[in-house]
């Protein structure tokens, strides 16, 4: 299945509508493009490209992740939220595809908790930040096709939300293009698990929190995939540090051998680690 970090001009419409809100004629004008065909010669290496199938596809959805939340009872909060009109000082492709992957989670939230005018914003921000990245122009209009054919189902926009998160073989015809894709991902990891720690700390059902920590638990799984894909640009100053914090986490993780051993100072020393992670990629 093809996957795309953007969704096309009338995708963002549909979307929008989706959320309750008229989306502007600016919106639209915006970000309406023709998919161009990429020339790109295919210089990927195999196994790098193999890392990263494997690691996406043994890692649950973020966005999955986050429409979850939705059901647990607490009160949509966007102060939890990067600002989209906040600018950050993205040095280098690298940190600009970890914001990229930060601000698709909290679009992704706003969605959820049909919040339109903040699906709005950050949708703005998600256009801005792609195409600072050479990202636009390898929109598929397909994409705004099949929303089109969803239009009021909150489910299937989400997955075509959630598309935004990896790129079609078509798109991963570099290794460069793949350690971008590889960013975005990890920036929308960190995001939906931070979102998940904040929302645990304000639910009162004990069941619900029970369940909250036994997510935070079961990271421990994925976030090998991830730091494991992420070793493959060791050489990279700004990834290799991300990383070292990510296996941080999931040493803290994986050293409680059963989910009910996951109490509520383990869930406050593992979550604290996430938000100054968290922090520090959004600088």
Known sequence: MNKFFLISG???TVLLASCGEKPSEEVAEDVTVEALKDTT???VNEETKFKFDFAIANIPSPVGSVNELSGWGV???NGLLVDPKKPITASNEFSKAIALGIYNIDMAYAMVNNKGEDVLKYMKTVVKSSDELGLKGAVDQMVGKRAEKNLGNKD???TILDEIFVKSDAYLRTNERVYTASA???????????LTCKIAESVQDPAVKEKAYKHLWDQRFYLKNLTDLLNDYKEKKECAALNEELKKIHADI???KDPKNMKEAEFKMISEKIYALRTSLMK
């Open 156 to 158: 299937s926009l989400l």
């Open 41 to 43: 010669p295919v210089t």
């Open 10 to 12: 009338i995708a963002v």
């Open 75 to 77: 009160d949509y909060n």
């Open 184 to 194: 975005v991902f990890a920036g929308s990891w960190v995001e939906s698990l931070y």
């Open 254 to 256: 994986d050293a409680i």
